[in-house]
């Protein structure tokens, strides 16, 4: 059974950092892109980043470059997403999510798995 398990969200001020992981457990393959999707409510999910696992090549949508980070320990099957110069705006339910056909984009119709969701909340 694939699981992908989520932990370090929390609340921080505006200006502040915070790293999340996401440890994957019980895939069968190796090459998949991992990453991370926000949501807040009444607004559509957004692709924050991604990492594919095979050749290390990432993804940031542009309201998160510059600022966020995103890697992994592939020995420890753990996704890394360090947010700095966090805003207001980045307040959401950040999800963990596995697209295992590696298909192109990083979109919600491309997710096999998903995580349980950590809230992050910026103050201002």
């Known amino acids: 059974e694939v699981q992908l398990v989520e932990s370090g969200g929390g609340l921080v001020q505006a200006g502040g950092s915070l790293r999340l992981s996401c440890t994957a457990s019980?895939?069968?393959?190796?090459?998949?892109?991992i990453g991370w999707f926000r949501r807040v409510p009444g607004k559509e999910s957004e692709g924050v980043s991604c990492i594919s696992r095979s050749d290390g090549n990432t993804y940031y949508v542009d309201s998160v470059k510059g600022r966020f980070t995103i890697s992994s320990d592939n020995a420890k099957n753990t996704v890394y997403l360090q947010m700095n110069s966090l805003k207001p705006e980045d307040t959401a339910v950040y999800y963990c999510?596995?697209?295992?056909?590696?298909?192109?984009?990083?979109?919600?119709?491309?997710?096999?798995?998903w995580g349980q969701g950590t809230q992050v909340t910026v103050s201002s």
């Open positions: 019980g895939f069968t393959f190796d090459d998949y892109v």
């Open positions: 999510a596995v697209d295992a056909n590696r298909g192109g984009r990083w979109s919600i119709d491309m997710i096999n798995y």
